[in-house]
């Protein structure tokens, strides 16, 4: 079983760089760290708590704050606190930053399809 997560976990990573590097073309004053937290928002596909979201990044809680500072002064994260729970934070992607992944996504992929050997005919 390890090894299958292990798998997975490589090919989410590559996943994500590959989403970086079209990223980075669209965004280019966002750090390499500010645009891994665009995506592992995006990926997850809802808001997320500060603790998660620093676990799924690898950083912090304290590195992760500034940078979310940051990203919330670009208007491309939002940071509120949860209702049931009004200690734990939450961090979700604004509309613009929602757009500005999924057009990016939708490019990488067209790339990558345009750059995938095609089948031999028969």
Do not use: C, I, K, Q
């Amino acid at each position: 079983m390890r090894g299958a997560r292990f798998d997975d976990l490589r090919g989410a990573h590559a996943a994500a760089l590959r989403h970086l590097r079209y990223l980075r073309a669209d965004a280019p004053s966002r750090t390499n760290n500010e645009l891994l937290v665009l995506v592992a928002l995006w990926t997850s596909g809802r808001d997320v708590g500060f603790g998660a979201l620093a676990d799924e990044v690898g950083m912090t809680a304290g590195g992760l704050s500034a940078l979310v500072s940051r990203l919330e002064r670009a208007g491309l994260v939002l940071r509120y606190r949860d209702d049931p729970d009004f200690r734990r934070v939450m961090v979700g992607l604004t509309a613009d930053a929602l757009a500005m992944v999924e057009a990016t996504a939708e490019r990488a992929s067209s790339t990558d399809a345009e750059r995938a050997p095609s089948s031999p005919r028969a």
